[in-house]
């Protein structure tokens, strides 16, 4: 009988401390907080014009999404000259010296814009996710995606973690190729690791 008596309170024990992770959407086992930080860009400057990609400012890390870390977050500017997801933050590939990289934007047509390199857009109806876009990527991968601004485009290149565009805003008359301005995030998962 006394076994009894321990064996329930340990089952109580357990059910309570099951439903208190569960009620705060944790898991029973200890979770790492996110090594990576997340950085936004400087504001626009005085003339209205877009700051690089490769400034940014610090903010604290958003917990992970379905337990891939964000690595990166910000606003680009995404022309011919394409970025580096492998970066933190993202650098530009530079026209001067015909260093491009993937994935880049350019104007197509006569009005269009177009993401170039391992792309897939982002069809579904809810928040686009790590582990969706990589599945996304590995199924329905193009060279390259027609847009428009509030398109959610999964992004990657060769050994580059797995990065989500969401296209704010099209400018098919700027730069040499046009550009396009998006909210870039970059998650700490690869493609195929």
């Known amino acids: 009988m006394v076994w009894g008596v321990v064996a329930a309170a340990v089952s109580a024990v357990a059910g309570v401390a099951s439903a208190v992770a569960a009620f705060m959407g944790g898991s029973s086992q200890p979770s790492a907080a996110p090594t990576s930080s997340v950085v936004a860009p400087a504001p626009a400057s005085a003339d209205g014009s877009a700051a690089p990609a490769t400034s940014a400012t610090a903010k604290p890390a958003p917990a992970p999404a379905a337990g891939v870390a964000v690595r990166w977050t910000g606003k680009v500017v995404l022309g011919m000259e394409g970025i580096d997801l492998t970066q933190v933050p993202p650098t530009k590939g530079s026209s001067d010296t015909l260093s491009f990289l993937r994935p880049s934007a350019r104007r197509t047509g006569s009005s269009g814009m177009e993401i170039k390199g391992p792309s897939a857009l982002w069809t579904e109806a809810g928040e686009p996710t790590a582990q969706g876009?990589?599945?996304?990527?590995?199924?329905?991968?193009?060279?390259?995606?027609d847009v428009v601004a509030g398109d959610r485009v999964c992004v990657v290149d060769e050994s580059s973690p797995i990065g989500l565009l969401k296209v704010t805003k099209t400018h098919y008359?700027?730069?040499?190729?046009?550009?396009l301005d998006a909210e870039l995030t970059i998650w700490d998962l690869h493609l195929k690791r």
């Open 173 to 179: 008359s700027q730069g040499s190729y046009g550009e």
């Open 133 to 145: 876009c990589r599945n996304l990527l590995l199924t329905q991968s193009h060279d390259q995606v």
